[in-house]
């Protein structure tokens, strides 16, 4: 089995508010931060990059698989609406992610663009990840807002 790593580093500046750096020295350094009352929102929340992560994946998939067939639906646009619920033991957890991705054009009604909207989910490291433990839905809109792709079970609404 194939396994490769990566470092990220947090060191603290003042309360809640950490700089996260990369192991590649390339990327920009990272400020994170908790809403009040607890920080001072200087930067997205572990909810909010968790949301950013499934999201980016998605679209970075999709985008590669419209890539890989020659179709061109760029730019593409992704809108995560993460769902923050308390459990059973009254804690606040993320409850349900939802991820609409919007393509820059209408749809050609093509097999080749059936055939991505099938697999392309599949190709997310991030979002197979997360739905270990967290309901992900995914809708694929058009151009038109023709929804192209819908969740196959109904999820529970963000």
């Known amino acids: 089995m194939e396994t490769s790593t990566f470092t990220i ?6 309360d809640y508010c950490f700089e996260a750096r990369f192991d590649n020295p390339t990327l920009p350094v990272l400020v994170t931060d ?7 929102d200087k930067g997205p929340n ?22 890989k067939f ?20 009254k804690r606040l957890r993320i409850g349900h992610i939802s991820v609409d991705l919007h393509l820059a054009r209408p749809d050609s009604g ?17 979002t197979q990840s997360v739905r270990a433990g ?3 839905d995914v809708r694929v809109i058009d151009h038109d807002g023709a929804v192209l792709k819908q969740p196959e079970t109904t999820g529970e609404s963000a």
């Open 70 to 89: 020659r179709i061109d639906m760029e730019p593409l646009r992704a809108v995560a609406t993460v769902a923050v619920r308390r459990n059973a033991q």
């Open 46 to 67: 572990p909810a909010r990059l968790l949301g950013t992560a499934v999201a980016n994946c998605l679209a970075a998939s999709l985008l590669f698989a419209l890539r």
């Open 34 to 40: 908790e809403a009040p009352p607890l920080g001072a």
């Open 9 to 14: 580093a947090l060191a603290q500046r003042v």
């Open 134 to 136: 967290i309901p992900v």
């Open 110 to 126: 093509s097999e080749p663009l059936r055939r991505v909207l099938d697999q392309f989910e599949e190709f997310c490291i991030v």
